[in-house]
């Protein structure tokens, strides 16, 4: 079983940036992928970004040149870097990590308005 819990979520104005943390324990050593879901209102959850132990990115379309995810391994930590934020990116963010099984974080609420 992995635990997730995530950090950095908040209010901020359009144009800016937030960077998310998600930091693993438990079995963490058998995690493959790690990455972020999205939930805004009324919508489903939907893929943000994903990267392997390897390194290996995949962004979704909606987010490629504005966020960046990184990994440190060491630390058992994926982070979200989130630029050029735009209203409908307003969302609560899932932390998710894939071993025997998918796991899932609490959530962090991330509000962008002016």
């Known amino acids: 079983q992995v635990q997730l819990v995530e950090s950095g979520g908040g209010l901020v104005q359009p144009g800016g940036s937030l960077r998310l943390s998600c930091v693993a324990s438990?079995?963490?050593?058998?995690?493959?992928?790690m990455g972020w879901y999205r939930q805004a209102p009324g919508q489903e959850r939907e893929l943000v970004a994903s990267?392997?132990?390897?390194?290996?990115?995949n962004y979704a379309d909606f987010v490629k040149g504005r966020f960046t995810i990184s990994r440190d391994n060491g630390k058992n930590t994926v982070y979200l870097e989130m630029n050029s934020l735009r209203p409908e990116d307003t969302a609560v963010y899932y932390c998710?990590?894939?071993?025997?099984?998918?796991?899932w974080g609490q959530g962090t609420q991330v509000t962008v308005s002016s």
């Open positions: 438990g079995n963490r050593f058998s995690i493959s992928a």
């Open positions: 998710f990590a894939t071993s025997f099984s998918t796991s």
């Open positions: 990267i392997t132990r390897r390194g290996i990115t």
